[in-house]
Every structure is written in C-alpha cells, then in structure tokens.
C-alpha cells in the first residue's frame, strides 16, 4: 500500500508558492487583457460595415475553433520565424491567452449587447445621444449585468488555461510542480497539492459564478 508523506514538500514551499504567485499573477493579466480584446471585438463585430466586422469575425472563429494548446506553441516556436520577432515564453503565454480568452469574451459582450430592447437604442437616438453616449449609458449599462455570468466562468476557464504554461516553461504552479515531482519522486502528493490549490480558487469562484447567473435570471424574472 502506497505511503502518503507530504511532509516531504514543506521544504519546496517556497518554490510552490512562487509558482502559485505565478498562476495568480498570469490569470489577472490575460484576464484583464482579454476583456480589452473582447470588448473591441465584440463591438466592432456589431458594425453593419463588412470591412470592421468581417476581420474581427475571422479572428473570433480562428481562435475559438483551435485549442489554446496548439495556440500556445505557435506563438512561441512559430510567430518569432514568420515575424523575426523573439517571444519569451512569458510574453507568448500572455499573447496567445489574451487572444484566445478575448475571441470568447467578445461573443460574450456581443450577445449580451444584441439582447438588449432596440427600442432603447431607438429612444436615445431620438434624444439626440450619440452612437458613443448611448452605447455608454444606456446600453453597456444593462448589458453588462446579463454578461457578467458568462464573464466570471470564462475567466475561470483562463485560470485553467494557465496551467497549460508549463509547456513552454513558464514557471507556474504546475511547472513549479514538475520540478519538484522529478526532485522528491513523490509525484502523487505534489500533483494531489497542486490540484487542492487549484480547487480552492475555483470552487469560490464557481460558486460566484453561479449565484451571478441565479440572481441576474431573478432579475428578469422580476
């Protein structure tokens, strides 16, 4: 029967914190970023002009139908060849997580735009508000209560995404686990800690998440 010794691990705690700090620091940053992305994207594909939408378009289906892991290693091995343009592991993990998260938080901001009463626009428009204005005050406004749901899972989704950094050595918590994993020949409990760490994160989150889209769901019910 296999003998369980965490303690083993509690001289690698440093290192395992630092790449904690790492997951950390690299979700806020993609998420952040993304949402930027997201937000012109989604905009921009509202556009009734082909030649603003149709660009944007393509990028949305390019980065949502092919997995962030091949994304992860194109930027990094292929792009600096293509462009000439060296990428250090963090910054191809950045651009091709950004990328990627924006493609879906923009389908998330255009459809919560889209769901929004046309009157309203309508009504603002007849006040003389600007496409700017009324996007600003009136539409967004609401808007962003219906996405926030969807917003809060796809991030989750980026700190998942993160974990697949080690790929291309960006020392986060799995990386960080790794090298433990080869140092102490105790894999089953480094990997076990890395996934309570990674469960701590997400469940409050997940349950954010969740209570977000029952009280928005009460809201229109209201």
Not at 35 to 45: D, E, F, H, S, T
Not at 136 to 162: C, G, H
Not at 193 to 203: H, K, R
Request: hydrophobic share 50%; proline share 5%.
């Amino acid at each position: 029967m296999y003998q369980w010794d965490f303690h083993t691990l509690w001289q690698y705690r440093n290192i395992i914190l630092t790449g904690f700090g790492y997951t950390v620091g690299y979700t806020v940053i993609v998420v952040i970023l993304g949402l930027l992305v997201g937000l012109i994207a989604g905009l921009c594909r509202l556009s009734p002009k082909v030649y603003i939408s149709g660009p944007f378009r393509a990028y949305v289906e390019l980065f949502r139908c092919t997995p962030v892991l091949v994304q992860l290693i194109w930027f990094y091995y292929a792009l600096p060849i293509l462009t000439g343009i060296e990428l250090t592991p963090g910054m191809a993990a950045v651009l091709s997580l950004t990328l990627y998260g924006g493609a879906f938080y923009s389908e998330i901001i255009r459809g919560g735009v889209i769901s929004i009463d046309p009157g309203q626009s309508e009504a603002g428009m007849a006040l003389g508000m600007t496409q700017f204005q009324l996007m600003r005050r009136v539409v967004l406004p609401q808007a962003f209560k219906r996405m926030t749901p969807p917003l809060v899972s796809q991030s989750i989704m980026q700190l998942k995404n993160t974990s697949l950094l080690s790929v291309l050595a960006v020392p986060d918590l799995l990386y960080q686990g790794q090298i433990i994993a080869h140092d102490t020949y105790r894999p089953l409990e480094i990997y076990s800690l890395i996934a309570i760490l990674y469960f701590a994160i997400l469940l409050p989150a997940t349950i954010l998440a969740k209570r977000l889209e029952v009280k928005v769901s009460d809201g229109r019910g209201a």
